[in-house]
């Protein structure tokens, strides 16, 4: 009988090495498998459960996305590289596994079961599960789980997460690596923007110095906005409207109303009467004929009266009260 407890005091430590083992032994398996990947590990229904079982001296940090074009999950496919690029990057810099960190992805055709049990219904979800065993243990084996709803599909945050949830362990720093098409891109349009530019120079420059644009771009845009422009943008107004008895109303009564067609109208007779008024004080001055002179001063001065007559009458619609009038409107 003493024979047989001394025996079995003697075999208690091989006894817990050899339960140690089989979680050792999945780490440097799957450790392996992301170092000759150079990036995580793909996993299915059988893969994922070896890999998350208890007890386990290691981290598993899985990403359960669907990647098929049948799923319309966009984010899952702008997030996958990023996902891989995390991965590798974090892998080359743990090959030693001292951060005893397994990477893996589950894609929905390959993990439907996982998906059921999780209760998943929407891709993609980052699971981080902490070792249940060692001195970093949490033994309620609960995942801590990454919030995709921001949008977020960079790496960055990811590495964040890990960083956070992970204190005691090596943390490879994540660079995004040189994007060398970007800058060769970027090199040559700007070198084809300043050779078009030295070459368009003298051409350009005239029209761009042109004292006439200028002043036309200026006088448009000042009557764009004084028509009522920026009114119709923020209220939204309709374009006509109805008078009531199955007519088409041009213009809206009261100050507070306006509408899409009545902008476009005072917008033309602000911009007749302002041509009119330029060229009655910079064109008829300068014309050397006096009997066209003096019919360029009638014919101005009339268009400057019939439209100063059409611009009141709009005004008596918008005030009622207003008791100024002028002929022929």
């Not at 999945?26 to 994922?48: C, E, H, I, M, W």
């Not at 917008?267 to 004929?289: H, N």
Request: proline share 7%; net charge positive.
């Amino acid at each position: 009988m003493k024979l047989l407890q001394l025996a079995t005091a003697a075999l208690l430590p091989f006894t817990a090495l050899a339960a140690k083992k089989p979680s050792t032994d999945r780490f440097q398996t799957y450790n392996s498998k992301q170092l000759s990947n150079a990036g995580p590990v793909k996993l299915d229904d059988k893969a994922y459960n070896g890999l998350t079982k208890t007890p386990r001296d290691y981290s598993v940090a899985v990403l359960l996305t669907a990647l098929e074009a049948r799923f319309g999950c966009n984010l899952c496919n702008e997030f996958q590289p990023e996902w891989e690029l995390l991965a590798k990057q974090w892998t080359k810099g743990d090959k030693k596994g001292e951060g005893r960190l397994v990477f893996g992805t589950l894609d929905f055709t390959d993990g439907k079961a996982t998906f059921q049990s999780l209760m998943l219904q929407t891709a993609p979800v980052l699971l981080l599960f902490p070792p249940t065993t060692g001195p970093n243990a949490k033994p309620d084996n609960i995942p801590h789980r990454f919030d995709f709803s921001s949008g977020t599909n960079t790496a960055e945050p990811i590495h964040a997460f890990l960083t956070r949830h992970l204190p005691s362990i090596p943390h490879p720093p994540f660079t995004r690596p040189i994007n060398y098409l970007r800058i060769a891109i970027l090199t040559t349009t700007t070198l084809g923007a300043l050779t078009f530019l030295t070459i368009a120079a003298p051409y350009i420059l005239p029209i761009i110095q042109n004292r006439n644009l200028w002043a036309a771009i200026s006088l448009i845009a000042v009557l764009l906005f004084t028509s009522g422009h920026m009114f119709n943008h923020i209220r939204k107004v309709p374009y006509v409207g109805g008078d009531g008895k199955g007519q088409i109303s041009y213009f809206a009564g009261g100050f507070q109303n306006q509408f899409g067609l009545e902008t476009q109208i005072v917008a033309a007779m602000y911009g007749i009467l302002s041509f009119a008024t330029i060229s009655l004080a910079l064109k008829v001055p300068r014309m050397t004929d006096a009997r066209n002179q003096q019919i360029a001063v009638f014919v101005w001065g009339a268009v400057i009266l019939g439209m100063y007559s059409f611009l009141l009458s709009v005004f008596r619609i918008k005030n009622g009260g207003y008791p100024f009038w002028l002929p022929p409107f």
